[in-house]
């Protein structure tokens, strides 16, 4: 890292830097789709995750719920409109070689509760020799 005085320092990345906290997860689903009618799907998840074996520190835990309807036009072609809920617990625990003066280095920044709302289009079409391509755009 580059200092504000132009010297360069080496220092451990804070947290949302990391590629993983170094504890195991545990992941339960539960998905539930529904035929409504012969164009329109219902789908819903419930989601927990939980760290499992524990190191210095730990992402918290998730626990979310997804519902979606999707509307099939034609057999190739579906729009889908998507809401979720998710909340995360904070991070546990603390790594005392992540010193940096930003707000990403506090665990108390971490956590909290997240809404998010979506919409989708998925086109199915045949490619090379007949193999079956499913090109997804979501927002």
Wanted: proline share 4%.
């Amino acid at each position: 890292m580059v200092t504000p005085m132009g010297q360069i320092a080496e220092i451990v990345l804070p947290y949302a830097m990391q590629p993983r906290d170094g504890a195991s997860k545990l992941a339960l689903d539960l998905t539930n789709v529904k035929q409504i009618t012969d164009n329109l799907n219902w789908g819903n998840q419930v989601r927990m995750k939980a760290s499992v074996g524990k190191d210095d520190w730990v992402f918290g835990g998730e626990h979310s719920f997804n519902t979606w309807l999707q509307y099939e036009f034609y057999r190739q072609l579906s729009v889908s409109g998507r809401f979720k809920f998710n909340y995360e617990n904070e991070i546990t625990g603390r790594n005392p070689l992540v010193l940096a003066p930003i707000q990403t280095a506090d665990t108390d920044n971490y956590g909290g509760k997240m809404l998010y709302l979506g919409l989708g289009i998925n086109l199915i079409a045949k490619f090379l020799h007949e193999k079956k391509v499913v090109l997804a755009l979501n927002y």
